[in-house]
Nanobody, 122 residues
């Protein structure tokens, strides 16, 4: 399987971005999908997850600003990010879990993309 993220960019504080993750080589429609990020000098942080039935989950710290969605016809998952701050600067990764693996168990997921860089700065 393969995942390719896109949409990362330099954005001003308060701005928005939509990241995309195109999937191939595995049964996307029956897989859970997750987004995570790694900021400079920090560990991997889970951001959101979506199951095959469309149900979504977020850590408390991300609720309200980030929205995950999926388009099974396009084998693509999205992350809409609003009200960005410099603390959101990181490499953003998507990951997949066949047969709806638990979205926040990052170590148990099957495939990972190479990431896309989001920089938030004036």
């Amino acid at each position: 399987g393969q995942l390719v993220e896109s949409g990362g960019d330099l954005v001003q504080p308060g701005g928005s971005l939509r990241l995309s993750c195109a999937a191939s080589g595995f049964p996307f429609s029956t897989s859970s999908m997750s987004w995570a990020r790694q900021a400079p000098g920090k560990g991997l942080e889970w951001l959101s997850g979506i199951y095959s039935d469309g149900s979504t989950y977020y850590p408390e710290s991300m609720k309200g600003r980030f929205t995950i969605s999926r388009d099974n016809a396009k084998n693509t998952v999205y992350l809409q990010m609003n009200s960005l701050t410099p603390e959101d600067t990181a490499i953003y990764y998507c990951a997949s879990g066949e047969r709806d693996k638990k979205v926040d168990n990052l170590h148990g997921l099957d495939y990972w993309g190479r990431g896309t860089l989001v920089s938030v700065s004036c």
